[in-house]
C-alpha cells in the first residue's frame, strides 16, 4: 500500500543521511573509528563555574559560625541543668504538682488552638452565610479571635465593609436601563 502511495506521488519520501555512529553504543576506544567528541577532562571555563558555585568561607567566618553554634548548645544545656537542679530540690510531692502544672499548661494550650481552629471554620462560615466565599487563611486571621463574641463582630464589620464596596460599585456602574429587553426584542 505504502509503495502504490508513493508510486503514485500522493506520499513524498525524503532521503535524509543517517550518521548511525551517533546512536552505536561507544566502547573504550569510542565506536569503530569514530572521532570522540567528548573529553576526558573538564575544559577550564567548568572549573571556574564549579569554583564560583561552590561557597568558600574565610577562618573568622568559620569561627563566628561555630561560637554562635556553641553558645547555642550551652544555653540549652544550662535550661536542662536548671529544670534538673530544680527538680532536684523538691521532694515526691511537689515533683507532682510541678509535673501537673506542667501537663496542665500544655493540656490548655492545645485546648486553646483547637478552639481557634473551631473558630476559625465557623468565622468561615459566616463569612459565607453572609454572601463572602472567598475568605482564605490571612483574611481568617484578621477576624478570628479567642472569643466568640469578638470574632462575630469581627465577620460583621468585614462583611458590612464588603456590603460597603459593593454597593459602592453598583453605584459607579449606575442602573441599567429599563429599555434593554425591549431592544432585544
Do not use: C
Amino acid at each position: 500500500m505504502y509503495k502504490k502511495l508513493v508510486q503514485s506521488g500522493l506520499v513524498k519520501t525524503h532521503s535524509l543521511p543517517m550518521m548511525l555512529q551517533f546512536f552505536a553504543e561507544q566502547g573504550s576506544e569510542g565506536s569503530e573509528g569514530a572521532p570522540n567528541t567528548e573529553s576526558e577532562q573538564p575544559n577550564e571555563s567548568e572549573e571556574k563555574q564549579g569554583e564560583q558555585q561552590a561557597k568558600t568561607f574565610t577562618q573568622d567566618e568559620v569561627n563566628k559560625i561555630v561560637s554562635q553554634r556553641l553558645e547555642r548548645q550551652k544555653e540549652q544545656l544550662k535550661a536542662k541543668e536548671d529544670e534538673a537542679k530544680k527538680l532536684s530540690r523538691m521532694n515526691a510531692e511537689q515533683k507532682a504538682n510541678y509535673e501537673l502544672e506542667k501537663a496542665n499548661k500544655r493540656a490548655e494550650e492545645a485546648a486553646a488552638k483547637l478552639a481557634r481552629y473551631e473558630m476559625r471554620d465557623s468565622a468561615k462560615q459566616m463569612l459565607a452565610d453572609g454572601g463572602f466565599n472567598n475568605a482564605d487563611n490571612s483574611l481568617l486571621d484578621l477576624v478570628v479571635t479567642d472569643t466568640a463574641e469578638s470574632t462575630q463582630a469581627n465577620v460583621n464589620v468585614l462583611l458590612n465593609a464588603i456590603e460597603a464596596i459593593r454597593e459602592d460599585e453598583r453605584n459607579k456602574l449606575g442602573s441599567p436601563p429599563h429599555t434593554w429587553g425591549i431592544l432585544f426584542f
